[in-house]
């Protein structure tokens, strides 16, 4: 069962279209998920219709409608390739890069994606930790397989953490099974050692 969901701000921006592409990407999969925050999408969606509804109509230009309809005359653009078959969607069809060790018993996994988030997958064995850091800006967090605990509560599969808190007690991996997360975020400070690697790196 789904626990923990993404606050109604995030859905609206998802719905609007706003937020950046990795953070949208990791709300789209606890969507996947969550038939709860599916309806309150829909929701969000219908009243964005209301008042898009409501607006002043605006004029179009003289050939709007040939444009229109030449656009309908053109097949259909094919659907992305599956690219990676393990993973839920929308995740099968995004480019990932290698895996990279982190810290004892953490890798990750890269996502290549436009905007001013950033994101990847996150895999980390049973009892490990992930490096301590801080937020400026949004992260979302969705638990795959596995779980993982931190001062928020425990985070199993389908569950999606959304901080607005520094991670004092960085999550934790719990069970006997290793946590794999896809993750994104606006701005991660990582701290101690890694933190500096990530200044002079200019990360």
């Known amino acids: 069962m789904i626990v923990h969901h993404p606050s109604e701000a995030t859905l609206a921006a998802y ?3 706003t937020l950046p592409e990795a953070l ?3 709300a789209a999969t606890h969507l996947g998920h969550c ?3 599916r309806a309150t999408l829909a929701t969000l969606e219908a009243t964005g219709g209301a008042l898009l ?3 002043p109509p605006v004029s179009l230009s003289i050939d709007a409608l040939d444009r229109l309809m030449g656009r309908l005359d053109q097949p259909a653009p094919p659907p992305p390739p599956v ?3 393990d993973l839920p969607a929308p995740l099968d069809r995004v480019a ?3 895996w990279w060790a982190i810290g004892a018993g953490v890798r990750y996994r890269p996502l290549r994606s436009n905007g001013a988030a950033w994101g990847g997958l996150v895999l980390a064995k049973p009892g490990r930790s992930l490096p301590r850091h801080g937020h400026s800006g949004r992260e979302l967090t969705c638990v795959l397989s596995g779980a993982f ?3 928020e509560g425990t985070f199993a599969a389908g569950d999606l953490s959304e901080p607005d808190v520094d991670h004092d007690q960085p999550p934790t991996v719990i069970g006997a099974q290793a946590c794999l997360c896809i993750i994104a975020s ?3 400070r990582l701290r101690g050692l890694l933190g500096l690697a990530q200044r002079i790196i200019g990360r």
Do not use: F
Request: hydrophobic share 45%; charged share 20%.
């Open 149 to 151: 605990a931190d001062q």
């Open 24 to 26: 949208a990407l990791v």
């Open 35 to 37: 038939p709860v925050c």
């Open 186 to 188: 606006e701005g991660m």
């Open 83 to 85: 690219l990676n078959p």
């Open 15 to 17: 719905a609007a279209g």
């Open 53 to 55: 509804e409501d607006l």
């Open 96 to 98: 990932l890069g290698r």
